[in-house]
């Protein structure tokens, strides 16, 4: 054989050992996964974030493996913990979401998993932020209408605390008329972008969904804090404390129906949306 021939001869063997290497990589990779899920299933959140690193390692174009590997990551974050391990977590999860957007820049699910990590570690504007997001990829999206509020009641709330504590006084979630104006005039112009938009996504929320009955609790508690916003107008503070008695009792209501529905017994055959028997 000559020369020629044999350098042809050996790209074509090189070629196949690249390939048959591939094709076990991409077996292997796909046992880790499986395995992965198994100890995600199980709870197992370390021994699942192994495999799945193991599988992207393997894999590296293996379709989900980042996802899962990022979802495990995101079960290992303490909820308002700032510890330097816990928020290095949080962003290591961040970061493979986000190269995951960065493939499919319209994946709901991370931009999702993403805020919700961001409200873990208490970055409340970041998390609402990626709600919005959320939002202008799926409009109709309750749960994320209803966190911008929730964010938004948060921030709110620890505003009016953070006024009225150094004046030595409790907020009676009444608007507290009886404030000295040298507290209560910063506060509203702080709070009333807040409150503002609190009340547009939480009504959206609920307007998406009407039996959102946590949606509404929430709309009871950000028009009391429409009630410091409108300090200084009592018609006008009468009016937001009517609407959030109003809606504390729909809340009420709506969850006691939601729960009876809840423990109904299963029905009779029905027909779903899909025309499938149910």
Request: charged content about 25%; hydrophobic content about 40%; glycine content about 6%.
């Amino acid at each position: 054989m000559n020369g020629p021939a044999r350098i042809t001869a050996l790209a074509v063997a090189l070629v196949g050992m690249v390939l048959s290497m591939s094709g076990c990589n991409r077996l292997a990779a796909r046992d880790q996964l499986n395995k992965g899920v198994e100890a995600y299933k199980g709870a197992h959140y370390e021994e699942a974030i192994e495999h799945f690193q193991r599988a992207t390692q393997l894999d590296p174009s293996l379709p989900m493996a980042k996802s899962y590997l990022a979802t495990a990551l995101a079960q290992n974050v303490v909820a308002g913990l700032d510890t330097p391990d816990n928020l290095s977590t949080a962003q290591q999860a961040i970061d493979i979401f986000n190269e995951v957007l960065a493939k499919d820049p319209h994946d709901v699910n991370s931009m999702k998993q993403i805020a919700g990590i961001e409200f873990q570690v208490k970055k409340l504007d970041l998390a609402k932020t990626w709600q919005k997001k959320v939002l202008q990829e799926d409009p109709k999206d309750p749960e994320a209408a209803y966190t911008v509020g929730v964010i938004d009641w948060m921030l709110a709330h620890q505003n009016a605390l953070s006024a009225l504590s150094p004046a030595g006084l409790n907020d009676d979630g009444e608007g507290n008329a009886k404030a000295p104006k040298k507290v209560m005039e910063p506060l509203k112009d702080q709070n009333a972008p807040l409150v503002e938009e609190g009340l547009q996504y939480l009504n959206q929320a609920v307007a998406i969904r009407p039996n959102y009955d946590d949606a509404m609790a929430y709309l009871n508690l950000i028009y009391r804090r429409k009630a410091d916003v409108d300090w200084g107008n009592a018609t006008a503070q009468k009016d937001d404390l009517a609407q959030a008695e109003m809606w504390r009792t729909k809340a009420m209501g709506t969850r006691k129906a939601n729960e009876a529905k809840k423990n109904q017994g299963p029905g009779g055959i029905t027909m779903g949306d899909n025309g499938e028997l149910k």
